[in-house]
C-alpha cells in the first residue's frame, strides 16, 4: 500500500515511523516531509494547504491512504477534497475540524451539550468586549477565534494585559479579522486525551502530558510545546472515566446530531480541576508532540487502525506498558525571533523525531525551523527515561539549541 502523511513536522515523522513498520505500506511519501522524515518516505515538495497539487500527486502516484497531520490542512478542506475524487483520507471533513478551527463553534457545541468547560462569552465588538473584561474576575482568559498557531490565547493577569490582548484581536486583527472568545480562568494539570473516533464510535490513545512553556519549572513564555510523557500516574481511573464518558463519548455523539459526524483524532486538551475534568480546548488531529511519545507506545498495526476507522469498522489497538518521554530542542530565542541553518551532529542515534530540519549543500542536517528535533528514551519508569533522554539530547551537537531538563519530572517528583 502507497501512503501519503501531509505535513513535515515531529508529529508526522512519528507518523511515517509509525507506517514504517507496517506489513501492509510499501512506500510512504511526505508531503512537504522533512530532512528527518526522508530517511523513510520519499519527500515531495508540496505545501500542506495545497490541496490542488496534493490531489493531483495522490491521484498521479495512485495513493491508497493518506493521513492528514496538520489543523492547516484539515481547515482548508484537504479531507473534503481527497474524498470527492475517492481517495482515502484519514482526518475530519472541514466542517467537522471546525471544532478545532473555531474556538467559538467548539465552546457553543460544549454548552448546547453539557460538556464541562470554562464558562465563556463570545464578542466581535472591542468596546463591549472591554465592558465585559472590567467586570470580569483577573485572571482571565481571551482566545482568538480561529487558528492562531497557538499564540491566540492570552492569560490576563491585569486590565492592560486584557486590554492589549482585546485590541491585537479586535482592532488590529493581528490573526485576521475575528471574534474573541473570554472565559473563565481554571486551575489544574492539564492532560492530553487524544481518541481515534468515527461518527459516534470513540477508540482511546494512551495519555500524554505537554510541557508549554519554554525553560524548567514551568517558567518563560508559551510555546508550541517543550517536550512530552506517557503514561500520567496523576490520572486515576475515575478520572479517566469521566474525560471519556462525560467529554469524549458526548462530544463524538454531540458532532454526530450536529450533522458533522468526526472521523480521525479528536484531541481533548483536559483539565483535572478541584471541580472535575473540564475541556480546555478541542483539537482535530494528532497533537504535537504528544503523538510522539504516543505512537512510539502502539504495539498493532497503525495502518490497519487508519484504515479501520476510515471503513467503519473498530480498530484494533495495543500498547507497550513502557514510560515515554520526549525533550524537544528548539533553536536559542524560539518562540521568539531566531536563526536557522546551524548544523546539528549526532542527530541519527536513539529514537529521535525531526521537528525542524533541513539537509545543507554537503548532506549535513541543519536547524530549519523553530523547535527543530524531539528526542524520546522508553523505560520501566518515568525517572529513568527522563534520564535517558537528557542523555541522548547531551551526545548532541548544535551550537544553537536549548532545551528543558525537567521532562516528565511533577509527575515522580515532590517539589
Ligand atoms: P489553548 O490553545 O486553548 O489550549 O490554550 C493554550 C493554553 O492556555 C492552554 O494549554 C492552557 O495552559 C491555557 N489556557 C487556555 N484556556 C484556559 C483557561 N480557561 N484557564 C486556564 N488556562 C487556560
Ligand atoms: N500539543 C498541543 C497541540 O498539539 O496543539
Not at 222 to 244: C, H, K, R, V
Not at 277 to 306: C, H, M, Q, W
Not at 313 to 320: E, G
Amino acid at each position: 500500500m502507497k501512503v501519503l502523511v501531509i505535513g513535515g513536522g515531529g508529529r508526522e515523522h512519528a507518523i511515517v515511523h509509525a507506517l514504517s513498520k507496517s506489513s501492509k505500506v510499501t512506500e510512504i511519501y511526505a508531503a512537504p516531509g522533512n530532512a528527518g522524515i526522508s530517511k523513510l518516505a520519499m519527500c515531495v515538495n508540496i505545501k500542506d494547504t495545497d490541496v490542488e497539487n496534493l490531489i493531483a500527486f495522490a491521484k498521479s502516484e495512485k495513493i491508497d491512504l493518506v493521513v492528514v497531520g496538520p489543523e492547516a490542512s484539515l481547515a482548508v478542506g484537504i479531507v473534503d477534497a481527497l474524498n470527492a475524487e475517492g481517495i482515502k483520507a484519514f482526518g475530519p471533513t472541514k466542517a467537522a475540524a471546525r471544532i478545532e478551527s473555531s474556538k467559538n463553534f467548539a465552546k457553543d457545541l460544549m454548552s448546547k451539550y453539557n460538556i464541562p468547560t470554562a464558562r465563556y462569552e463570545v464578542f466581535d465588538n472591542y468596546e463591549e468586549a472591554i465592558s465585559f473584561v472590567k467586570i470580569s474576575p483577573l485572571p482571565t482568559v481571551i482566545k482568538y477565534d480561529g487558528l492562531a498557531a497557538g499564540k491566540g490565547v492570552v492569560i490576563a493577569e491585569n486590565y492592560e494585559q486584557a486590554e492589549e490582548a482585546l485590541k491585537d484581536m479586535l482592532l488590529d486583527d493581528k490573526y485576521g479579522k475575528g471574534k474573541v472568545v473570554i472565559e473563565e480562568y481554571l486551575e489544574g494539570p492539564e492532560f492530553s486525551f487524544m481518541c481515534f473516533v468515527d461518527g459516534e464510535n470513540v477508540y482511546p490513545l494512551q495519555l500524554a502530558q505537554d510541557h508549554k512553556r519554554a525553560y524548567d519549572g514551568d517558567k518563560g513564555p508559551n510555546t508550541g510545546g517543550m517536550g512530552a510523557y506517557s503514561p500520567l500516574p496523576f490520572i486515576t481511573e475515575a478520572d479517566y472515566n469521566e474525560a471519556l464518558n462525560e467529554i469524549m463519548i458526548p462530544t463524538a455523539k454531540a458532532m454526530v446530531n450536529e450533522d458533522t459526524p468526526f472521523k480521525g483524532v479528536l484531541y481533548g486538551g483536559l483539565m483535572k480541576t478541584k471541580k472535575g475534568v473540564k475541556v480546555i480546548e478541542f483539537n482535530a488531529r494528532f497533537g504535537d508532540p504528544e503523538t510522539e511519545v504516543v505512537l512510539p507506545r502502539l504495539t498493532s498495526d497503525i495502518y490497519d487502525a487508519f484504515m479501520a476507522i476510515i471503513e467503519g469498522n473498530k480498530p484494533v489497538l495495543t500498547w507497550d506498558n513502557k514510560c515515554t518521554i520526549g525533550i524537544v530542542m528548539a533553536s536559542k530565542g524560539y518562540p521568539g525571533d531566531y536563526k536557522k541553518g546551524f548544523v546539528i551532529e549526532n542527530a541519527t542515534s536513539g529514537n529521535i523525531y525531526h521537528m525542524g530540519t533541513k539537509f545543507d549543500e554537503n548532506g549535513n542536517y541543519v536547524t530549519n525551523g523553530g523547535r527543530v528535533l524531539f528526542v524520546v528514551a522508553s523505560a520501566d519508569t518515568l525517572e529513568e527515561a527522563n534520564k535517558k533522554a537528557n542523555a541522548l539530547v547531551n551526545e548532541i551537537k548544535c551550537d544553537n539549541l536549548y532545551h528543558r531538563t525537567d521532562i516528565g519530572a511533577k509527575a515522580y517528583k515532590k517539589f
